[in-house]
T-cell receptor, first 113, second 111 residues
Framework: DARVTQTPRHKVTEMGQEVTMRCQPI?????VFWYRQTMMQGLELLAY????????DSGMPKDRFSAEMPDATLATLKIQPSEPRDSAVYFC???????????FGPGTRLTVL | QQPVQSPQAVILREGEDAVINCSSS?????VHWYRQKHGEAPVFLMI?????EQKGHEKISASFNEKKQQSSLYLTASQLSYSGTYFC????????????FGQGTTLQVKP
């Protein structure tokens, strides 16, 4: 049963600390998406990659967020420095192509104190 | 521009039907529907494409009116397992993979 995996599942950190979230897409999927979900803003796309190349990261605060795909089996989302307003659930999703169904990982619940 | 969903919340009894609407101020190229149960990740339900092609769920149907820039999700003979938040997602233009989700419609099915 192929699934997207994300680590860590929960993260509590203090303001100013670096946070790294990892995602392993489903084998064979060539597109990876990063979303952030909060009660106020809903589900927002932060960035997405196709064949490991970033296609759109306009949803990310550029000064503190960065997203990369070091290889086809790993996507990372980093926040440095973290702020309390970054507290949210961060989902990674993968798919084949950019306009087909997306398979979401379980999410990383981030709390920044 | 974020698509607008209505209603914001629905409470049903098992066996009843529900319709969730999704409308956009921009031209729609396709519409995605996802369901998210509390504390879980969104799960894909359906994609509706221009020209009427539909891919997805067996027990849930949907329509896509390109002229009106609207899509509707039909949940018939609802079951307890249908409870959750339903999101529609649309693309801002024809050449982007950036899916923009609506604010969600919370559906609660009671016994």
């Amino acid at each position: 049963d192929a699934r997207v995996t994300q680590t860590p599942r929960h993260k509590v950190t203090e303001m100013g600390q670096e946070v790294t979230m990892r995602c392993q897409p489903i084998l064979g999927h060539n597109t990876v998406f990063w979303y952030r979900q909060t009660m106020m803003q809903g589900l927002e796309l932060l960035a997405y990659f196709r064949n490991r190349a970033p296609l759109d990261d306009s949803g990310m605060p550029k000064d503190r967020f960065s997203a990369e795909m070091p290889d086809a089996t790993l996507a990372t989302l980093k926040i440095q420095p973290s702020e309390p307003r970054d507290s949210a659930v961060y989902f990674c999703a993968s798919g084949i192509g950019t306009r087909n169904e997306q398979f979401f990982g379980p999410g990383t619940r981030l709390t920044v104190l | 521009q974020q698509p607008v969903q209505s209603p914001q919340a629905v409470i049903l009894r098992e066996g009843e039907d529900a319709v969730i609407n999704c409308s956009s101020s921009k031209a729609l190229y396709s519409v995605h529907w996802y369901r998210q149960k509390h504390g879980e990740a969104p799960v894909f339900l359906m994609i509706l494409l221009k020209g009427g092609e539909q891919k997805g769920h067996e027990k849930i149907s949907a329509s896509f009116n390109e002229k009106k820039q609207q899509s509707s999700l039909y949940l018939t003979a609802s079951q307890l397992s249908y409870s959750g938040t339903y999101f529609c997602g649309t693309y801002g233009s024809s050449n982007t993979g950036k899916l923009i989700f609506g604010q969600g419609t919370t559906l609660q099915v009671k016994p």
